[in-house]
């Protein structure tokens, strides 16, 4: 798999290491719905999109679009319930956030979903994490990000001012209460040269 990747200037460590998630920040979004955001949680994480990038088993997907088969303009993977990350900070990074989150969520974080945004026509349309039990009770998404530095954009389901979040290298954000029922989000194509990312987003059990 080709890729150009540029390491971070300020994430140049060889071992992998997990911050303290006290300096984690809450912004409130409105309508019951916020997101919490820790810039650069994640130490050497430059060796960790790497790790990925080359060993994880990325998979192509095709999907219906109104009376077209498109490609899905990014690479997946899954890891379900009771399946192993592939990578021990996974675990580590899965622990971290449910003894964080146990009271507000009450519950675990089970699951992991893998996208790989290979350069910048790759993108993720809006939409909100609907599936399951998403789509009617609250619930949280931890999105732990890997590599080059893409938008993610948050808007209100009923119209509003969009909130704009850059994240890469290490970056955490949880999206929380209500965000996923009503608020939508999506990482944009973009024109600028930019490297690949990889996000890893941990859900509890039924939310997709």
């Given at each position: 798999?080709?890729?150009h990747?540029?390491?971070?200037?300020?994430?140049?460590s060889?071992?992998?290491?997990?911050?303290?998630?006290?300096?984690?920040?809450?912004?409130?979004?409105?309508?019951?719905?916020w997101?919490d955001?820790?810039?650069?949680?994640?130490?050497?994480?430059?060796?960790?999109?790497?790790?990925?990038a080359?060993?994880?088993?990325w998979?192509?997907?095709?999907?219906?679009?109104?009376?077209h088969?498109?490609?899905?303009p990014?690479?997946?993977?899954?890891?379900g319930?009771?399946d192993?990350?592939?990578?021990?900070?996974l675990?580590?990074a899965?622990?971290?956030?449910?003894?964080?989150?146990?009271?507000?969520l009450?519950?675990?974080?089970?699951?992991a979903?893998?996208c790989?945004?290979?350069?910048?026509?790759d993108?993720?349309?809006?939409?909100?994490?609907?599936?399951?039990?998403?789509?009617?009770?609250?619930?949280m998404?931890a999105?732990?990000?890997?590599?080059t530095?893409?938008?993610?954009?948050?808007?209100p389901?009923?119209?509003?001012?969009?909130?704009r979040?850059?994240?890469?290298?290490?970056?955490?954000?949880?999206?929380?209460?209500?965000?996923q029922r009503?608020?939508e989000h999506?990482?944009?194509?973009?024109?600028?040269?930019?490297?690949?990312r990889?996000?890893?987003q941990?859900?509890?059990?039924?939310?997709?």
């Amino acid at each position: 798999m080709t890729r150009h990747f540029q390491a971070s200037l300020f994430d140049q460590s060889d071992r992998l290491s997990l911050g303290p998630l006290d300096g984690i920040r809450r912004t409130v979004l409105g309508a019951g719905a916020w997101i919490d955001v820790l810039p650069g949680w994640l130490s050497g994480s430059d060796a960790l999109f790497e790790h990925l990038a080359s060993d994880v088993p990325w998979r192509a997907e095709r999907r219906k679009m109104y009376d077209h088969v498109v490609d899905v303009p990014r690479l997946l993977a899954f890891y379900g319930d009771d399946d192993p990350l592939p990578h021990p900070l996974l675990t580590e990074a899965r622990e971290a956030l449910s003894a964080r989150y146990a009271e507000e969520l009450g519950e675990p974080f089970r699951t992991a979903g893998l996208c790989y945004y290979r350069d910048g026509r790759d993108s993720v349309a809006w939409h909100g994490d609907r599936i399951g039990r998403g789509a009617h009770q609250d619930t949280m998404v931890a999105i732990l990000s890997l590599g080059t530095p893409r938008d993610l954009l948050l808007r209100p389901t009923r119209g509003g001012d969009t909130v704009r979040r850059p994240l890469g290298h290490g970056d955490l954000i949880v999206m929380g209460g209500s965000c996923q029922r009503t608020w939508e989000h999506c990482v944009p194509k973009t024109t600028r040269a930019t490297g690949p990312r990889i996000s890893v987003q941990f859900r509890p059990h039924d939310v997709r």
